[in-house]
């Protein structure tokens, strides 16, 4: 009996001693947050990372390192030896490249972090347009952690469907997929001292080619799959010759991809798309207690949001990129062995690919 209070007495105090041990460890971690790839004109690399600061003796809200180098991890050394704490990525929420290494390719960078088993494979990844490294190392006055400031954002636009969420273990499923290319979005800088998402970068498999503007992002969502929520503001004065102006919210939409086959193959596909929502604020002369004139706008919406879709697919045919996965959809339909014959780019550019949207308010607010 004795033996057991003595080993209990004994378990107690080695309890708080290991935890004060802990806790000195956990002080001396830099927690990577953030980390940015830029690609230097000399062919070398520039890394920054943002590392929040919990040391309550500094005024600084995050310490930034920067280095040049060949690999990542060749950067990760030179840095260390920048900082007196050790440097860990077990915290790493945002990967962000430049607009000039995207262009080279990725799969390099992404395979590298792939191969770190103290990253998660939920690490977002965003494109910026110019330099990674300067969006990343700048201050923002109204928001002290930058990496943070980074990270909300992607969250909140992504929840509005205004950007795709995109994670390495998206990213590389998609690239490793023959029938769909990546998406991710993309970051900007602006001058007055703040960044905003500027729409959604295209790639053919690992390179980025070309883009998706922000103000017609909703129209990629609506081809790509269902959701639930969003936002859209609508100009429809180019198709009614007169000012008018609708902002649909509270929207709901599905989606149906029609594959039709004939003797030489696949013929056309059509993308069938319902969308459900409020009319949230209309500046025009038709009446929406009038169901008449409520169906007309209806017919107007769908019509605007059909050219929107039929636009983007064509600029996804120029540039080769099937970033809506119509693929995918073609080798369920044919079959893998007839999908191996094909080169899917090439036949891409014959298929007529069409979009049908059918457009309906559910209602328009308390205003009669």
Same mark, same amino acid.
């Given at each position: ?16 001693? $290991? ?56 950067? /990760?050394?030179?840095? $260390?030896?920048?900082? @007196? ?18 262009? $080279? ?41 930058? @990496? ?24 590389? *499923? ?29 790639? /053919? ?96 919406? $769908? ?27 073609? *080798? ?37």
């Amino acid at each position: 009996m004795l033996k057991k209070c003595t080993c209990l007495l004994l378990l107690l105090c080695i309890i708080p001693v $290991s935890g004060c041990g802990d806790q000195r460890i956990l002080e001396d971690l830099g927690f990577i947050q953030t980390t940015s790839y830029d690609l230097l004109p000399n062919g070398e690399l520039s890394f920054s990372v943002s590392i929040p600061q919990a040391d309550p003796e500094t005024s600084a809200k995050r310490e930034v390192l920067t280095a040049t180098a060949k690999s990542s991890k060749e950067a /990760r050394m030179i840095m $260390s030896r920048q900082t @007196g704490m050790m440097l860990v990525s077990g915290q790493l929420r945002n990967v962000l490249f430049g607009t000039s290494l995207a262009e $080279s390719g990725l799969h390099g960078h992404l395979d590298t972090l792939f191969r770190d088993p103290s990253i998660s494979s939920q690490v977002k990844i965003s494109v910026v347009e110019g330099s990674a490294g300067e969006l990343l190392i700048d201050d923002y006055k109204q928001h002290p952690r930058t @990496g943070r400031y980074i990270d909300m954002l992607l969250e909140k636009e992504a929840l509005g469907q205004t950007i795709p969420k995109v994670t390495l273990f998206n990213f590389a *499923r998609d690239f490793f997929d023959q029938g769909v290319d990546p998406v991710a979005p993309i970051l900007k800088k602006h001058d007055n001292n703040y960044i905003t998402t500027d729409g959604i970068a295209l790639f /053919r498999d690992d390179r980025y080619v070309t883009k998706i503007h922000s103000q017609d992002a909703l129209v990629f969502a609506f081809l790509k799959d269902k959701f639930r929520e969003g936002q859209i503001n609508i100009d429809l004065t180019e198709i009614n010759g007169k000012q008018e102006n609708v902002m649909f919210s509270s929207l709901i939409s599905t989606r149906k991809v029609k594959i039709t086959r004939g003797v030489q193959g696949v013929e056309k596909v059509t993308f069938h798309v319902k969308v459900t929502g409020s009319v949230l604020e209309y500046i025009g002369d038709a009446k929406l207690s009038n169901e008449r004139e409520r169906r007309e706008l209806e017919q107007r919406i $769908s019509q605007y949001i059909s050219k929107k879709g039929d636009a983007m697919i064509a600029l996804m045919k120029k540039h080769q990129v099937d970033n809506l996965g119509i693929g995918s959809h073609v *080798r369920n339909r044919v079959g893998y062995e007839q999908w191996k014959k094909m080169n899917w780019r090439q036949e891409l550019q014959k298929i007529p690919v069409e979009c049908s949207f059918d457009v309906h308010i559910k209602d328009y607010g308390k205003f009669r």
